[in-house]
């Protein structure tokens, strides 16, 4: 790729790009799709007045209404919703930042780079200050997320991003993460998606990667290890990947390229052996070690690679790789399925089509739908946002509170079942096999509807929320058809597992033992899909409820699909009653759900041995406050870790599950919700405390609307069950 030298030349200090004027940064909603833009012009600022979601994320102050003291937990939910509705978008949803993983970002920088995309000034002011806020004030470097240590993966990476958006290698910030970067051994010690994003780049050899051939696009999909049985996250980050490194694609060399060279290592450039780095990862960054099946393949791919002009099917394979590019790309409108393979996905674009074609201009037109523009500047999104999501928890938490009836609440459930309606997948995409993707008719995804992934407990969790604002509150009318709605449960019946369990987007296609061959280094469980408590308990709540309301639609075999759904939340408890949460930390999240599972099923404290182990897993793990606090070490280590301080959110979590197990000791329960209460300002806001979600075992990834969606929930509920008694 020819280099891109003329573009980033001016910036020479980050000093003269500290800040842009926060001011003047405006989020724009249109049917959940979320995009920030910078107003340059003065007459534009009154045309469109910032709102108080806007001032909330990018940290201004805003006025806010002086609500009474709360006694009882009600009061408490109430003056809490009352602030959350103020950060509810016009087209119905709740918009978030979703940043945590620091190893997005730079995929996206060194993509638009090397694809001489312009990176707009305000975005390279933004992201600067973004990176220096979030480096690590005693070693200067970063970590796979926000609250790891550093590690050569995020301090490589964010220390090339920023010197692509002009920050001198000289800047006492760089020296800083550089040193701590030569400490960890340099960027040698890259894991595997490290070394690929510098081979891109070109300040790492192509020839120190272990081989990704795109030619296991050709085998027939009848083979155990075929791609197409892969998680579709790591299906669609190899798929780009696999294109790209069977062309060795990288930036030509530049003044900035040489530079980088030196820079990233401790030994001069030239000098590295690059056929032994390819297994050298750096200790602080290794989670998932290589098997020795897994370096035996590599051995033997590695020959394959070698000699693969001989046997000429680079040219096929290519040709296949593209042509699935392509499918995901027009399949999601060119937003993909997440933001490792975006980034991607552009490169590939940008060889195959050109930089004048139409796919790559499109391609290009989503970037700004994963940059969220937060207090501390610009990060890139764990998706294109959090949309539905975050709607369909606040939906149920106020309706189960009984805010939702009160008449000054009706607007904003009224917008969110617009938004529902809206959300909901309304159908399959076109080639469905050919591309290996699930059915999506009746689905709901984690965003928006064009992203277009059905994830199973999205959609259990938006059919809840549909049926609970469409049947139980008065005022609200039928947007969403019964035929929709059973759309939606024909997908979750296709989606259960044979242990009874769902996984998050698709069924498991492929044997267990793909996890020996799982080349990620630092993320676990990703080469297929697994069931997952959480997805399961959703999955079961939401076809319980649908049968409820409508006892007449495939109502034996949503019966059937529950009883085995209920086996794998029994089967799937570890011994000492705890469950292990693979979607947000930890024990405390996996607890909220599968305890509800079994009240689902009438079983409580008293009469089920499962629920009184759960409970008492729990209680096992309050705190002296009456709060819970999991650190996210829980995740890595598969065992509960304290945190340093008790969280609302965690508290939250712990607290509903004891509520739905029906936990008799009332005083544990109060000794939680009087902790949740403490916590909140006087204007019914929560604060951010540790970060919430995980995915992989081992990235965080921050949920900032959880502080004020599952405490409300948690109030609510206590306020319901125990009739709303003074507590304070
Ligand atoms: C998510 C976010 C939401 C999450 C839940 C719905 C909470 C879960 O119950 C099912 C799985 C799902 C949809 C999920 C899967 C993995 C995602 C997409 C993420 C954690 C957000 C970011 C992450 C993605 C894999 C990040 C990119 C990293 C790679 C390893 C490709």
Redesign the pocket.
């Known amino acids: 790729m020819p280099p891109n030298t003329d573009v980033f030349v001016d910036v020479q200090s980050p000093e003269k790009f500290q800040s842009t004027d926060p001011l003047r940064w405006r989020l724009k909603v249109e049917h959940g799709r979320q995009t920030w833009h910078y107003l340059e012009h003065d007459d534009e600022l009154k045309k469109w007045p910032q709102s108080i979601c806007d001032k909330y994320w990018l940290g201004i102050p805003f006025p806010t209404k002086q609500l009474n003291t709360p006694k009882t937990a009600l009061e408490a939910a109430r003056n809490g919703f009352e602030f959350f509705k103020l950060l509810q978008t016009e087209d119905g949803h709740w918009a978030g930042e979703?940043g945590g993983?620091m190893f997005?970002l730079p995929g996206l920088i060194i993509a638009m780079y090397v694809t001489h995309t312009p990176i707009p000034k305000t975005w390279r002011v933004e992201i600067i200050r973004y990176l220096f806020n979030r480096a690590h004030k005693d070693d200067g470097g970063w970590g796979i997320h926000i609250e790891g240590p550093s590690t050569v993966f995020g301090t490589a990476l964010n220390y090339v991003t920023l010197r692509i958006l002009g920050v001198d290698a000289d800047h006492p910030a760089m020296v800083k993460s550089r040193a701590t970067l030569h400490k960890l051994g340099g960027a040698i010690g890259s894991p595997s998606w490290g070394k690929f994003w510098l081979a891109v780049l070109n300040v790492y050899d192509w020839e120190g990667m272990n081989p990704i051939i795109p030619e296991l696009w050709l085998l027939p999909y009848s083979l155990p290890f075929h791609p197409g049985r892969f998680w579709c996250?790591?299906r669609?980050?190899y798929l780009p990947m696999s294109y790209i490194y069977g062309k060795r694609a990288s930036a030509d060399l530049c003044p900035l390229i040489k530079q980088l060279r030196q820079e990233l290592y401790v030994q001069p450039y030239e000098s590295i052996n690059w056929a032994n780095a390819r297994n050298n990862v750096c200790e602080v960054d290794l989670y998932v070690p290589h098997t020795g099946l897994l370096d035996f393949l590599n051995g033997i791919i590695g020959l394959y690679e070698k000699f693969q002009n001989l046997v000429d099917l680079r040219k096929y394979a290519l040709n296949e790789v593209y042509k699935q590019v392509k499918y995901e790309d027009e399949n999601t409108f060119y937003l993909d399925?997440?933001?490792?393979?975006k980034a991607m996905n552009l490169i590939v674009v940008y060889l195959e089509e050109g930089p004048n074609s139409e796919a790559f201009r499109f391609s290009r037109s989503k970037l700004i739908d994963f940059m969220w523009m937060g207090a501390e500047g610009m990060m890139m999104n764990?998706?294109n946002g959090?949309q539905l999501?975050d709607t369909v928890f606040t939906v149920q938490a106020v309706i189960e509170s009984g805010l939702a009836s009160e008449p000054s609440n009706h607007e904003s459930m009224l917008r969110a079942l617009e938004f529902l309606d809206d959300c909901q997948i309304k159908r399959n995409v076109p080639n469905m096999e050919t591309c290996y993707r699930h059915a999506s008719k009746g689905a709901w995804p984690?965003s928006t509807r064009d992203q277009g992934y059905t994830?199973?407990?999205?959609t259990a969790e938006g059919l809840k929320a549909v049926i609970f604002l469409q049947n139980k509150l008065k005022y609200t009318p039928k947007l969403v058809s019964e035929e929709r709605l059973r759309q939606a449960v024909d997908v979750l019946l296709s989606m259960q597992n044979s242990d009874g369990g769902f996984a998050?987007?698709e069924l498991i296609r492929g044997p267990r033992l793909l996890e020996l061959i799982n080349p990620?280094e630092v993320?676990g469980n990703?080469m297929i899909e697994y069931s997952?408590p959480?997805?399961t308990t959703?999955v079961l709540t939401g076809l319980c409820t649908f049968r409820k309301y409508y006892p007449d639609y495939r109502s034996d075999e949503i019966s059937e699909v529950c009883n085995k759904a209920a086996k794998y939340i029994h089967d799937s408890q570890q011994e000492d009653g705890g469950w292990y949460g693979?979607?947000?930390i930890c024990y405390t999240y996996a607890a909220l759900f599968a305890l509800e599972s079994l009240a689902n099923f009438g079983e409580h404290y008293v009469n089920s041995t499962s629920s009184r182990k759960g409970c008492d897993f729990l209680i096992s793990k309050q705190r002296e406050d009456g709060g819970w606090g999991e650190s996210y070490k829980s995740c890595e280590k598969g065992e509960y870790v304290q945190h340093a301080e008790s969280q609302v959110v965690n508290t939250s979590w712990a607290v509903l599950a004891l509520m739905s197990a029906q936990y008799p000791d009332e005083k544990a329960i109060r000794k939680g919700i009087k902790f949740i209460m403490s916590r909140q300002l006087p204007h019914g806001e929560w604060k951010q405390e540790g970060i919430e979600?995980?995915?992989?075992k081992n990235?965080m990834?921050s949920y900032p609307n959880y502080k004020h969606i599952f405490t409300v929930w948690a109030l609510g509920r206590y306020a319901k069950i125990y009739k709303d008694p003074v507590l304070f």
Do not use: K, Q, R
């Not at 399925?337 to 393979?341: A, D, E, F, T, W």
């Not at 994830?455 to 999205?458: E, I, K, L, M, R």
């Open positions: 979703y993983p997005l996250h790591t669609m980050v399925l997440g933001p490792v393979n764990g998706t959090s999501w984690f994830v199973s407990d999205c998050s987007y990620g993320f990703i997952y959480e997805c959703a693979c979607w947000a979600g995980v995915f992989n990235c990834i």
